[in-house]
């Protein structure tokens, strides 16, 4: 009796764990949804639960708030461009070409949500908000991100100085912050301006990384170090 019970056990486990996942994503879905539709400040989750068809109850037991909700959205969209960025990584050694790679992905994955990017930009701006990218609650979805741009180095064939090796990953990620919030500015048709900043940039850093390593320039490159650390602390 007990060795027959236990898969059954398991199999309403596996199926009660899958309609669990599967409800959490509805939630998720219509939140962004009704944020594109309603703007955030406006999307409330007794909102967001009536349109998903679950309880009030029920959203707050997935997302103990709509903050909850953006931060899942921020891991699942670096999730996405880790994945939409990995045929170049593992296709290119070239530093400019896996850097320009990645971040053409990023905005492969923003794009959709370009429309209301604008508006919900304007909560994610604010330094006390828990959804500004440089936030505690938003450390997750940032070491993703940073992650991901020391995989575009460090498997690259780049030659750098090695000081700059070590804070470059997260270098890049301001970057490409900058890239995003001209992104959210952008009004050309597709975004085309955004993606002719990454196709001009990347070069000029490419050539700014290997420039690193010339010993007349390593005490401005340690310099420029210097400040950033001091910045962060």
């Known amino acids: 009796m007990t060795e027959q019970s236990a898969p059954t056990t398991a199999a309403g486990g596996q199926g009660s ?27 409330t989750m007794r909102a967001v639960a009536q349109e998903a068809g679950v309880a009030v109850g029920n959203a707050y037991y997935y997302f103990g708030s709509k903050e909850h ?19 170049v990584l593992a296709r290119e050694q070239a530093f400019a070409a896996r850097l320009a790679g990645v971040l053409h992905a990023g905005i492969d994955v923003l ?3 370009h429309a209301f990017a604008g508006a919900f930009f304007k909560t994610a701006a604010e330094p006390t908000s828990p959804l500004s990218p440089f936030s ?9 991100s940073i992650a991901l741009f020391r995989e575009a180095l460090t498997g690259s064939t780049a030659k750098l100085d090695d000081e700059l090796r070590e ?14 919030l ?6 050309s048709e597709g975004q085309v301006k955004t993606r002719q900043l990454i196709d ?14 010339l010993r007349v320039l390593r005490p401005v490159t340690r310099q420029a170090l210097a400040l950033i650390h001091t910045l962060r602390h």
């Open 69 to 87: 909700l953006v931060q899942e959205f921020y891991a699942g969209t670096q999730r996405e461009h880790r994945a939409t960025a990995a045929p």
């Open 17 to 43: 764990t899958a309609r669990g996942e599967q409800t959490r994503q509805l939630i998720l879905d219509t939140a962004m949804r009704l944020f594109r539709e309603r703007g955030y400040a406006r999307t």
């Open 182 to 187: 001209y992104w959210v500015h952008d009004r």
């Open 167 to 180: 804070a470059l990953p997260e270098l890049l990620w301001l970057g490409y912050m900058g890239v995003v």
């Open 111 to 113: 794009s959709p949500y």
């Open 200 to 213: 001009g940039v990347v070069p000029l850093v490419d050539r700014l990384v290997g420039l690193s390593r």
């Open 136 to 144: 505690a609650e938003s450390s997750e979805p940032r070491d993703m």
